[in-house]
């Protein structure tokens, strides 16, 4: 292990993270990046790991995109982060690129720098729309660790700070249950129904059919709005542009976050309706916050939009959509003892195990054959396999015959028990 790596989590057990530090150690790694381009970051030793996790969308178009960059250092040139009270050309292109890849419903788009925070803003468009005050969102579902965000998720996070959400002002239901959504919405306080299109932290489970379009018609029957939050399965990666679209339902709002950054500057949005936006005609101050809209922020969401618009995006996307496709069918065959599942929805995947520690063995012996991809946070039976949409058919290729390889040393790991207890 490097000895630059080594000081530096000696140095941050100190004065950054001491937990994430004894974590890291339990994996027996000091993985600090280094050098990053594409599919690929490197750590300071110089090994090579081919990015699969994508930090849950963030590399979207692959780390440090060139055309990103330059976009981001010409606008260098002319602007910088603007000011929150005043109009620019810069923050409506980016809005109307939005508009244009969105539902006909879909009219306003209101940024943020972070997924959490657009959650928060949407649930209370919602609730300012509305004049009600619950939401009802899936007990498997992570929305960001801000404060209405974190309520809405599910309670392991609100439990961990004391914050147990108001049961007045919060209700989650088990995903894919239409009747429990509909018992909760006969009550006729909800103001929002907030659904992650495909739980990212439960390990993406499918959802069944005409689940989406079916939360979509109970919201609007008992008077409340659908929010979608797309910030994990949106922009492409289910191969439409927003997932929730792909399975059938028009939300009220769409919450986009990660990848719309390019991986450079942070920012996040709410699409809005008519409705959801009904606050913008009374008080256009009542969200602000000081980054909001930035305009470096805008320059580089335009050039996302443009990038993911393109038509050799979404072939690269249906490219990688079969080669991964084909290629789990085939692994999955090999070791159906221990991979018993195959989750996927365009480059959204999930791989779920037989071990109840599975997933977390799987990373492990994954990032010891140069493959960086993160097990699901509330299922560690499963690995989340999410490769950027711009990743070349050969490194997907080569990411699957590592698989091949990671899978049976996971196995014997997780059957070891070296790790339980690591978290
Ligand atoms: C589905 C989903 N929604 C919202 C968020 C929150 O986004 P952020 O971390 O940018 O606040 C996340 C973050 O992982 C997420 O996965």
């Known amino acids: ?38 599919s690929v970051f490197k750590d300071l030793d110089g090994n090579s790991y081919i990015n699969m996790h994508s930090n849950g969308g963030v590399f979207n178009l692959g780390h440090r995109n060139q055309e990103v960059i330059d976009a981001l250092i010409d606008g260098l040139g002319k602007v910088d982060a603007g000011n929150h009270y005043f109009p620019s050309a810069y ?17 306003y788009v209101c940024f943020h720098n972070g997924g959490g925070e657009s959650i928060d803003a949407a649930v209370k468009f919602a609730r300012y729309a509305t004049k009600r005050k619950r939401v009802v969102s899936l007990d498997c579902s992570f929305h960001g660790s801000t404060g209405i965000a ?8 609100s439990e961990f700070w004391g914050m147990k959400p108001d049961p007045q002002w919060y209700t989650h239901v088990p995903y894919n249950d239409l009747d429990a959504l509909e018992q ?15 739980p990212a932290t439960a390990g993406f489970p499918m959802p069944t059919e005409g689940y989406h379009k079916g939360v979509e018609e109970l919201a609007h029957k008992y008077g409340a709005l659908y929010i979608a939050d797309e910030v994990q399965t949106g922009l492409l990666r289910s191969g439409e542009m927003w997932c929730c679209c792909k399975y059938g339902a028009t939300p009220d709002m769409i919450v986009t976050g990660k990848g719309l950054s390019g991986g450079v500057y942070p920012m996040s949005a709410v699409i809005m309706s008519e409705e959801s936006g009904s606050w913008l005609h009374k008080d256009g101050f ?32 249906q490219m990688l959509t079969q080669v991964f496709g084909d290629g789990l069918a085939q692994i999955q065959e090999k070791h159906s003892d221990f991979l018993v599942e195959v989750r996927q929805c365009g480059v959204i995947m999930g791989l779920h195990t037989a071990h109840p520690m599975g997933g977390m063995a799987l990373m492990a012996a994954l990032m010891k054959n140069g493959i960086w991809a993160v097990f699901a946070d509330y299922d560690r039976s499963t690995l989340q396999f999410k490769p950027g949409l711009l990743m070349p058919r050969e490194t997907a290729e080569d990411v699957l015959a590592r698989l091949d390889v990671a899978l049976g040393q996971a196995k014997m790991l997780a059957e070891s028990g070296q790790l339980d207890g690591v978290m």
């Open 184 to 198: 909760v919405l006969k009550l006729g306080d909800t103001a929002a129904v907030l659904i992650e299109t495909i």
């Open 150 to 157: 974190m309520e809405a998720g599910s309670e392991v996070f």
């Open 286 to 317: 009542a969200q602000v916050s000081s980054f909001t809209a930035s305009e470096l922020g805008c320059i580089v969401v335009s050039k996302v939009m443009d990038i993911l618009t393109r038509p050799q995006t979404v072939e690269n996307v």
């Open 91 to 107: 923050k409506n292109e980016a809005c109307e690129k939005l508009l244009a890849v969105s539902p006909q419903n879909m009219k």
């Open 1 to 38: 292990m490097s000895e630059e790596a080594h000081e530096i989590y000696t140095e941050a057990a100190q004065v950054w993270n001491p937990n994430k530090v004894d974590v890291f150690h339990g994996f027996g790694v000091e993985m600090v990046m280094g050098e990053r381009q594409g």
